[in-house]
């Protein structure tokens, strides 16, 4: 199947280190898939084609009681057929990154080998962008700061009260935005 192919081309494809750990993901999403999306087969959203790039926006609960504008950038394989199921490769930006970071391996190597690629931003505003990872929001911790004396201010909005200035990670709901962007393509794609 037409699946099964792209499967074996990025299996093939020669990359470089972060190419390969980020395809070796997107492969396993692809041989554990067995049916298709909700998605598939209807019409996608009109800002999408085959073969491109799109910056689009994603509104998040930033976990302090508002919404956050976040940037994000779909790539659609070129040979995209709405009837057939694609593998989906989700990108996650360093901190302090945003969904730009991906950069040609996002927009052409993993779409030349057929993957959907969405490269998400995190929250907690521009230069600051994180994602919630377990004990980042939790200093001092239990062997004390988690940052080095006098280092910066690493406070986020979303966290309110921040006692030592070392919570360097933003407290909104990480898993939250990405399950709703995974529930977004489901539906589109």
Known sequence: DLRGERCKRAASTQMTGL???LLSLGISICGTVSSQSTGCGTSMPSQYSPGASTTDVQYVDNGAG???SLAFKLTLPADYDESTPSPLMLYFHGWGGSHTQCG???TSEAADVGFITVSLTGLGGSGWSSWNGFGST???GP???ICEEGAQD????DCGACDDG???TSCGDSVAQAA???DFIEASF
């Open 154 to 157: 690493y406070c986020y909005d």
């Open 166 to 168: 070392c919570w360097w």
């Open 180 to 182: 709703a962007m995974m």
């Open 66 to 68: 508002a919404s956050e």
């Open 19 to 21: 190419g390969r750990a």
């Open 143 to 145: 062997l004390g700061a």
């Open 104 to 106: 040609s391996f996002c």
């Open 138 to 140: 939790a200093s001092p």
